[in-house]
Each structure stands twice: as structure tokens, then as C-alpha cells.
């Protein structure tokens, strides 16, 4: 996995580095591809805003981009809730492709066995 941890607005110290590789491995264990991961930290300027700590991750799997943004006042607890975001999105896109796998097989299946049903009769109408 590349992981690639950038910041918007403010720059990223190497606890606060390590601290999103170490939750973002997580992933890593969930994905077979090599797969490329980019995190943005940011700090939102607005002081209206209390969770203004921002966490952005793009995941790049094969065929498809994952994305998710957390905030929080908090920028390790932006980590954790973007780590769990990403976690779920990458269950449900590896479900997602394996019921289409047993899709496509059940609809093979089916046809297999309607041909072979279809030249199993053939020769009895042709003997009448």
C-alpha cells in the first residue's frame, strides 16, 4: 500500500504522521491489490466551526475510488472515524464484487444446464 499523508493549512508533524500510517495500515490488511491511499489533513479556518480538525482520504483500488472526509475537534479522533469509514466502504465494495462473481457463475450455471437439457431432448424429437 502507498500511503501518501499530506496537510492543508497546516503542517504535518511526524507524530501526527505516524499516528495515520499506524491507523491506515488497517486497510492494508483488508486489501489484496496494491492500492494507493492519500490522506489530507487540514485545519479549518472558520472559527464558527468546532470540528474544524479535517481528515480526507482517497483510496485508489482496482476499478474504483474510494473516498471519505471525518471532522472533528479533535485531529486523532478525525483519523479514527475516517480509518472506520474507509474500513466499511472497502467491506462493502469487496462484498459487493464477490456477489456479482456468484451472480455471473449462478447465470453460467443455469445456461450450462438448460443447453445440455435442450440436446438431451433434441435427439428424442428427432427419432419421432
Known sequence: ????????NLEVSDSIR????RKLAKLDK???????VEVELAVERNPS????????ATVWLKGQTLRARE???DMKA????????????IKDARDKRASR???VDKHALLEEAAEAAASEAAPVEAAE
Open 1 to 8: 500500500m502507498q500511503l501518501q499523508v499530506k496537510g492543508k
Open 49 to 56: 466551526i468546532a470540528a474544524n480538525q479535517v481528515a480526507e
Open 71 to 73: 471532522s472533528s475537534p
Open 18 to 21: 505516524s499516528y495515520a500510517e
Open 78 to 89: 478525525s483519523i479514527d472515524e475516517l480509518t472506520d469509514k474507509l474500513l466499511r466502504q
Open 101 to 103: 462473481r456468484k451472480a
Open 30 to 36: 483488508q486489501l489484496s491489490d496494491p492500492v494507493r
